[in-house]
């Protein structure tokens, strides 16, 4: 991925093993970006910018009204 990606899961969830594996190549460490937001800073540099901690985004990261 490019440096800066921005990864959300528009439909279902992303599994626990997936998240632990973004965890796993966040060398540079993990950090809250803002409100469901977390920067993965991977070990050349890069940084995964990833929303709703990679689950549903609109369940996830929803800051705004509630479907009808």
Request: charged share 25%.
């Amino acid at each position: 991925m490019q440096d800066g990606a921005i990864v959300a899961t528009p439909a279902t969830s992303t599994s626990r093993s997936t998240r632990r594996r973004w965890r796993e190549l966040a060398t540079g460490g993990v950090r809250r970006f803002r409100t469901s937001v977390d920067e993965y800073t991977l070990a050349d540099g890069r940084r995964i910018y990833v929303l709703g901690e990679g689950r549903l985004v609109n369940l996830g990261a929803a800051e705004g009204h509630p479907p009808p």
